[in-house]
């Protein structure tokens, strides 16, 4: 039977389900971080069950399921890949440590065929205002990554996190920003994530887009919603509930050059705690109602 | 006796308190939203038993008053009036009623003396995504406040707010936009406040503050701190406690051309609930320890 509500609402679905094959499909991608109580093999199933053409797997899941085991799934359901989440946390203390774990992950995203890695380049450490400083060791520690992703064919993609986030976890928070960073080095090497939710309140948001043309590695969509939960990092809506436009900054990346998938990334307890199934087909039928 | 503890944290002072006529006191203002259970009467008489030589009053306490003995209040004090706490709010359905209510509040600056009317421009309506009709509608509105306010020898302040705040407080999120809007109008007409807990983050918040030169009305000391609480609007810190670089930001206000007060404005339950000498004598410390 079809799902016929919403979650995490429960309300009524506004439009019918998209079924399998129906074109406006076709750039739809699941972010795992969505369904995260599924393995990798069922949020694969998940999505080939709805007719999700595209995957963005996380390394926590790959990592459960064993790197050459998920690289074999990956390959055999036809899926694409469309990001591989996540690396970065280049601020910290231990630089050594960050690098190596970057390298890691630059090497499972190879071996996944994951055309980018996404950074999340992390934040302050207690105490520190030098955010300038932190700032610099990013960059820093890039130069030293971005040789090794290049070799291995593996494009990094800068994430600009909401500025909430700035202290905690991203000490890049706008598109700009990131921008002046990846240009430091090959398009085909380095490019940026364009998130609804970390970038839809920046009035330079459509002026970056235009700017950030074939630097644009992935698009993901989620809404930003209200009120902020106890833990920041869960606030995050089903495209639709929101203040986002996801569907025109999906219109300007589109403008800008980008062809690539449209990858849903929801962190959100009640999303989290709905039926995986119910999910995809809430996220579908949000994707044809106010992305496409 | 002397206060030797800082408040919230209850953790012993790590400066003493500077005494009234201290130098390093001679710009430092005393926002009333940090004591927010005083009484004008009683913040003023907290500000002047503690050598705080400025105020910035807010409205709830003025109108509680009534204006002209507010006025007279102020005036017989010998404190400066460093700015007037809020106007705005004018992406609403209501226009006419947002604009009479922006015109009271700077009839009610101009009688109190105050140079500005800090402005906190409104967010979006549920369900709206259209942030650029939003940010319109402010210019729009301010185009017809600027005039009255102008005849009044009031200067309004444009509030970039934190991106936190876009959807439900203010759309304007930067002090670059906040100087894109300012610089439509005279400088003696329009400037911008520049509140060290929005900006902080900000990657172009230098470049953008010397850019605003004389168009800096106040600059307001706050910190950041983690976690975010419950409530986001109470999530101010004390100067010192957090991820903000206030004092940095204080010498790049100043190297702007800015020799106006520093207010310390902090919404906070915990601030809230400590004794009002206390948090004067706390927010002084910290002032000669991180600001000056």
């Known amino acids: ?28 991608s699941l972010n795992q971080a969505t369904v995260k109580r599924w393995s990798l093999a069922e949020a694969v199933e998940g999505c080939l069950r709805a007719g999700v053409p595209a995957i963005g797997p996380w390394r926590e899941p790959v990592a459960e399921m064993g790197l050459a085991a998920a690289a074999r799934l990956l390959r055999d359901s036809g899926l694409r890949v469309s990001s591989y989440c996540r690396a970065g946390f280049l601020t910290g203390t231990d630089r050594a440590a960050a690098l190596d774990d970057n390298r890691r992950a630059i090497d499972e995203a ?3 065929g994951a055309p980018s890695l996404v950074m999340v380049v992390g934040g302050l450490q207690e105490g520190d205002r030098d955010l300038a400083g932190a700032r610099g060791r990013v960059v820093d520690a890039l130069a030293e990554l971005v040789p090794y ?10 994430e600009p996190l909401h500025p ?14 990131a921008l002046d960073i990846a240009e430091r080095f ?9 998130d609804s939710y970390h970038v839809w309140w920046d009035p330079q948001v459509r002026a970056q887009i235009a700017r950030a ?3 644009i590695v992935i698009y993901q969509a989620c809404d930003w919603v209200l009120p902020i939960p106890a833990d920041p990092l869960l606030g995050r809506g089903m495209v639709g509930d929101g203040y986002a436009d996801v569907g025109g900054l999906r219109r300007a990346v ?8 449209i990858e849903v990334e929801i962190f959100n307890a009640d999303v989290w705690a709905a039926d995986g199934d119910a999910v995809i087909a809430t996220v579908a039928r949000r994707h044809v109602q106010y992305v496409v």
């Open 186 to 194: 090959a398009s085909e090497a380095v490019g940026v994530v364009v």
């Open 254 to 261: 589109d403008a800008a050059g980008y062809t690539g998938d």
């Open 1 to 28: 039977m079809e799902t016929t509500v919403d979650v995490p609402s429960g309300l009524p679905a506004a439009v019918p389900t998209p079924r399998p094959g129906d074109p406006r499909l076709a750039r739809l």
């Open 213 to 215: 043309g074939e630097r």
């Open 164 to 177: 909430m986030f700035c202290a905690d976890r991203a000490v890049l928070s706008t598109l700009g920003q």
């Open 110 to 112: 190879a071996e996944l």
């Open 149 to 158: 992703a290049a070799e291995r064919g593996v494009r990094l993609g800068l």
